[in-house]
């Protein structure tokens, strides 16, 4: 196939729930302006819903829902520039080997047949898995409101994961609705990834909005639960406080005091360890005694964050790599870091789980895929899909929990 002869270039970006889709799609604006977006949403337990999607508030050309080979076939069939994979790693690698094999044999790529694929090591001419965590979202630092406009306003940014037991949540919800009671011209927001039985990159089995119903005196006036888009709700936030989610990242962008919570300890399993030297760590205690976190510089900057307006830069380094690959008549093939000599114990296995040989060929038929299939069978395969999907996440959301907690009788 011809290389792209689009005035815009054209970039495909795969992702496996919608945080991802999310970065992956800012990064691809960033990267790339002024291009035309092809989205990309791998089948999966996380594949994100509609409302999911429309609370992320990224727009793309086109977006479908794939399998491995589906997206396989769709990159390696059309003229791309540039292919993000905003995956977990080993999703990431399962699309390195498969895009490594469609190209196989063919000697150098020529671009616009494969794009540039992803690289895992920075041996191959691409941009690989899901920003780092420092990348934050374009946006620039929001202006206060005018003194008496509205309340100040608290945004706890909730997590599906984190942390992962109910009496940690219990406590979480507890000092939330405490700090509006506490600050009664205080505005407290929840802010809620997801509705129950939606899933989003991790698995939430003990939803906020059930333990709230359980509460006890419930939530005061001044304190209720929030949806929508991240970056409106920020909008009007006068400080983030959070467990170790990314709205940190974009609330620090915009400037605005931002605490991650020690209330549980600073653990791995948090994730919070990672803002360590962030000036950012308090508690609920010090908060409600009128605390305002004060960020460090140097941490800010070694992170990407610039509330300073100088994040436009950030990508420069990148938009002139992919320049300079773009000129080039063809692409050195993909060599991805994980091989069966590297990684025999395990490349198979995350391979297989995404449907790939240890080859990197598709081991299905591939006529699940949503651009082959057609009629009558697109139709019940999308029914049977659905229900599939409903009862995994009844079994995750409510049977598991029920098992679990008999178990510790």
């Not at 992320?56 to 086109?62: E, H, I, K, L, Y």
């Not at 044999?105 to 898995?129: D, S």
């Not at 984190?162 to 205080?186: C, E, I, M």
């Not at 993909?334 to 790939?356: D, E, H, M, S, V």
């Amino acid at each position: 196939m011809p290389a792209s002869t689009s005035p815009r270039p054209r970039v495909a970006v795969l992702a496996d729930s919608d945080t991802r889709w999310k970065w992956g799609a800012l990064t691809a604006h960033r990267i790339a302006p002024d291009h035309r977006l092809d989205g990309f949403l791998l089948r999966g337990r996380a594949t994100p819903t509609a409302r999911q999607l429309d609370e992320v508030g990224v727009r793309a050309d086109s977006l479908r829902e794939v399998t491995t080979a589906g997206f396989l076939r769709a990159v390696t069939g059309e003229p791309y520039d540039v292919v993000v994979l905003a995956c977990v790693g080993g999703a990431v690698q399962a699309m390195l080997h498969g895009l490594a094999r469609a190209t196989a044999g063919a000697g150098e790529v020529e671009r616009g047949e494969a794009g540039p694929g992803a690289a895992a090591n920075g041996t191959t001419p691409a941009l690989g898995t899901v920003p780092a965590p420092g990348t934050p979202a374009p946006g620039t630092p929001a202006p206060g409101p005018a003194p008496g406009e509205r309340p100040h306003t608290v945004c706890f940014a909730v997590q599906p994961s984190v942390p992962d037991n109910r009496a940690g949540r219990d406590y979480l919800l507890r000092r939330a609705a405490g700090h509006a009671r506490l600050h009664p011209d205080r505005e407290v927001l929840i802010k809620l990834r997801s509705k129950p039985g939606e899933h989003t990159t991790h698995i939430e089995e003990l939803p906020y909005q059930k333990l709230v119903s359980r509460l006890p005196g419930g939530l005061p006036a001044n304190c209720r639960l929030v949806y929508g888009h991240m970056g409106e709700v920020l909008d009007r936030t006068d400080l983030l406080v959070t467990v170790s989610s990314t709205a940190a990242l974009e609330a620090l962008h915009r400037g605005i005091p931002t605490a991650v919570l020690t209330d549980l300890g600073i653990r791995e399993a948090l994730g919070n360890h990672h803002f360590l030297g962030s000036g950012c760590l308090a508690s609920w205690d010090e908060l409600d005694a009128g605390h305002r976190p004060e960020p460090d510089r140097s941490w800010l900057a070694r992170q990407g964050v610039a509330a300073d307006g100088h994040y436009e830069h950030a990508f420069d380094a990148a938009r002139e790599r992919i320049a300079e690959l773009l000129a080039r008549p063809a692409l050195p093939p993909i060599a991805p870091y994980y091989t069966t000599f590297t990684a025999p114990g395990y490349l198979p296995g995350i391979l297989a789980r995404y449907g790939l040989d240890v080859r990197g060929e598709p081991t299905g038929s591939g006529a699940e895929d949503d651009t082959a299939a057609r009629g009558v069978r697109q139709v019940v395969r999308s029914a049977v899909r659905d229900a599939a999907r409903g009862a995994y996440r009844h079994g995750v959301q409510r049977v598991a929990p029920v098992i679990r907690r008999l178990g510790e009788l």
